[in-house]
């Protein structure tokens, strides 16, 4: 869908629907092409992993950078967001907000 210049991206998850710009910050890539995965969760154990958020990271096509789809955070680096929209449902109908 878009959104001035860019456009934006609609994802429906358990808990609602959410919207993402279609816009990698790293070099631009677009970044709803990516796969909607989850990711490993930090732990307390040494040599320990355990997945988590599935079907909440959307990660970008080009070179894998992992983005919250409800936060528009990088997993990896905070100095990094993807914007994010709320999206809101009424009588059948998405509306976003800017």
């Known amino acids: 869908m878009p ?3 860019y456009s934006v991206g609609v994802f429906r998850l358990e808990t609602g629907y959410y919207g993402i710009v279609n816009y990698c910050p790293h ?5 709803c092409k ?4 989850g990711t490993n969760l930090h ?11 599935e079907g ?3 990660r ?11 936060t528009g955070q990088h ?3 905070p100095n990094f967001r993807a914007r994010t929209y709320r ?9 976003i907000e800017l």
């Open 60 to 70: 970008c096509p080009w070179h894998k950078w992992e983005f919250d789809l409800i």
């Open 34 to 37: 990516g796969r909607l995965t």
């Open 43 to 53: 732990t307390d154990k040494l040599s320990h992993y355990e997945w988590g958020c």
């Open 3 to 5: 959104v001035g210049a």
């Open 56 to 58: 909440r990271i959307l």
């Open 75 to 77: 997993l990896a680096d």
């Open 27 to 31: 070099e631009g890539a677009d970044l």
């Open 87 to 95: 999206v809101i449902e009424s009588e059948g109908r998405l509306t």
